[in-house]
């Protein structure tokens, strides 16, 4: 069973403060790897994707691929109330047996900026 | 990225009716994705819309309960056939554009009474 994990929190932070979101995968065979942010009664949007090991960073936000540890992270500085949502981490795998281009979606983290 | 819309952005429907949610893209896409997200959950892929060939349906869905159309490169159609309270969900569209990125439109929010 191919996986995707994260802890599902809610993860509080203080306005201003680095908010440091996690995933596991399950698969080493993965390719593709994506933060997707989701507010309340709203749609997946994308914030980073990353494929090779190391950081790669974007205004406020970095991700960080670890592909020995099936890990990939996302830190958001200097957060903000408005970064409150829902953070999903998302997959792409080598060699599924489904359709191509799939992505595996982890449950999501909940992260509450507090003013 | 890419403009999507869909419509409806949400219904109420009775068990045993159908309800089609069409998705627009505002240009040609080769891969437009079908997803599923109930109630607290993530997502869920349900099939991949194909244009000029048969959807590719994940498993536990079935092309007798949500059957899909792809006419062109810009439009597709999921039917939720014979609907149960178990398929109140939100259900979105996505489009992969470059380098396996999809977007997503904005949703459905369909509940069956």
């Known amino acids: 069973q191919k996986e995707v994990e994260q802890n599902s929190g809610p993860l509080s932070v203080p306005e201003g403060a680095i908010a440091s979101l996690n995933c596991t995968y399950s698969?080493?065979?993965?390719?593709?790897f994506f933060w997707y942010r989701q507010y309340s009664g709203k749609s997946p949007e994308l914030i980073m994707s990353?494929?090779?090991?190391g950081d790669k960073e974007d205004g406020r936000f970095t991700a960080q691929l670890n592909k020995a540890s099936q890990y990939v992270s996302l830190l958001i500085r200097d957060s903000q109330p408005s970064d409150s949502a829902t953070y999903l981490c998302?997959?792409?795998?080598?060699?599924?047996?489904?359709?191509?281009?799939?992505?595996?979606f982890g449950k999501g983290t909940k992260l509450s900026v507090k003013p | 990225s890419a403009v999507i819309s869909q419509k409806p952005s949400r219904d109420i429907c009775q068990r045993g009716t159908s309800l089609t949610i069409q998705c627009q893209v505002d240009?040609?896409?080769?891969?437009m994705f079908w997803y599923r997200q109930q109630p607290g959950q993530s997502l869920t892929l349900i099939a991949t819309?194909?244009?000029?060939?048969?959807?590719?349906?994940e498993s536990g869905f079935v092309i007798d309960k949500f059957p899909i159309s792809r006419p062109n490169l810009t439009f597709s159609t999921l039917t939720v056939s014979n609907m149960s309270p178990e398929d109140s969900s939100i259900y979105l569209c996505?489009?992969?554009?470059?380098?396996?990125?999809?977007?997503f439109g904005p949703g459905t929010r369909l509940t069956v009474l």
């Open positions: 996505s489009v992969d554009r470059l380098t396996d990125t999809q977007y």
């Open positions: 698969d080493r065979g993965s390719q593709s």
């Open positions: 990353i494929y090779s090991n």
């Open positions: 998302a997959v792409t795998l080598l060699n599924y047996g489904g359709s191509q281009g799939n992505l595996i």
């Open positions: 240009s040609q896409v080769t891969m």
């Open positions: 819309a194909n244009q000029g060939s048969e959807a590719t349906y």
